[in-house]
């Protein structure tokens, strides 16, 4: 293991912390309206919030990368503003990654809000509580399980990109070259034995991460009594 780069899986970790971190914030307030309201256009915005589950990450790495160039509106406009290049750069990968995931931390936090009781809900606000503090002091606290299978499964979700991030970030090592990214290169060069070794250390942490949440997900259970 001593011959073994591990700059890309540091750089697939770093990759999946921010995005998780970020995506977090930016989703939650979304799946806490989306389990609240009423409103028509709500099957609409579920559909394009699920969009990268079904699209292929090609279809969308494409369009990430128009979006992106330099000679696009938002692609100038990061450019010339903030002076940041959103294609093969770590930033962009950054932006790729929270689109990409962007469903697998929504729905688990839409389920776990929409699973909660309405009269708690209500409680709340007759108690004078704010949206606000009703989402972090109640309802959040309440929908454990689903928060931390939101976190880690976006978590593993993006460690485990490919297309989107190949298209968008390219292959620049120390910057855009991720795991997935450097096992598709040994194997282009026919290089199996270490593509076996990196495949493997994907593997073992893809089943780390899921074992786990169910392993959370079960004691959770089990101790309010669920299943019972």
Known sequence: MSGIDFGPFLLSFKLAAVTTLLLFFIALPLAWWLSQTRCRCKPFIEAVTSMPIVLPPSVLGFYLLWAFSGSSFLGEFFQEYFGVKLVFSFTGLVVASILYSFPFMVQPLQSG??????????????????????????????????????????????????????????????????????????????????????????????????????????????????GR
């Open 113 to 226: 809000f929409e699973s909660l009781s309405r009269r708690m809900i209500e409680a709340a606000y007759l108690g004078g509580k704010s949206s606000l503090t009703t989402l972090f002091r109640v309802a959040l606290p309440n929908i454990k399980p689903s928060l931390i299978t939101a976190l880690i499964v976006t978590f593993a979700h993006t460690i485990g990109e490919f297309g989107v991030v190949l298209m968008v970030g390219g292959s620049i090592p120390g910057e855009t070259k991720v795991a997935s990214v450097a096992i598709y290169e040994f194997v282009e060069i026919m290089d199996y034995e270490t593509a076996h070794i990196y495949s493997a250390i994907m593997v073992a942490m893809s089943f780390a991460v899921l074992l786990g949440v169910y392993l959370f997900n079960h004691r959770y259970n089990s101790r309010i009594g669920i």
